[in-house]
């Protein structure tokens, strides 16, 4: 192998080993573009009374904006001791780690009925696994904001889409019906 196509390889395995999802996660960490950030939180009309659940919070962008921008009180829900620790760090760097918190924890056995937002950006196939559960735990009102991916049949209470790069990318507004 020529000495560029060795270092190619190298650095080809080292994006894909920074990707690989934790032990135990079901998506790998994708950063949330910072102009889909403010996108998705502008979409749920989030405001100081309410409280983001950010599921899957990878390193706590859309937690602290949340909280930063917004005002609103805010949770991330990360499997990942590293990304969790990491989180803290930045939240602490931009002051509002009285109004944040990070929770090591799959986000499939976290409680998420305080919640008045959520937010996500996982694959479709985690969301349509995650549905039943959105749907049995949130009270009636909440909005559930995804960027990228849809929840199969539950029809969006509103979409809008993100340019990123040239490429037009959907972010999703479900809001959750009376039982």
Known sequence: ????????????????????PHPGADVPFLVTPPEV????????????ADVVYDLGSGDGRLVIAAARDFRARSVGIEIDPKLVARSREYARRAGVESRVTF???????????????VTLYLTR???????PK???ELAPGTRVVSFNFDMGD??????????????????????????
């Open 154 to 179: 539950w029809e969006p209470t509103s979409m809008l889409r993100v340019d990123i790069n040239g490429r037009t990318t959907p972010v999703y507004l479900w809001v959750v019906n009376p039982r």
């Open 103 to 117: 929770l090591e924890q799959d986000l499939f056995q976290a409680e998420l009925s305080a919640a008045t937002v």
């Open 37 to 48: 950030v403010d996108r998705m939180l502008d979409l749920a009309r989030v405001g100081p």
């Open 125 to 131: 196939e985690v969301n349509l696994r995650l549905r």
């Open 134 to 136: 959105l749907e049995r």
């Open 1 to 20: 192998m020529k000495p560029s196509t060795i270092a190619e390889l190298i650095g080809l395995l080292l994006v894909a080993s920074a990707c690989a």
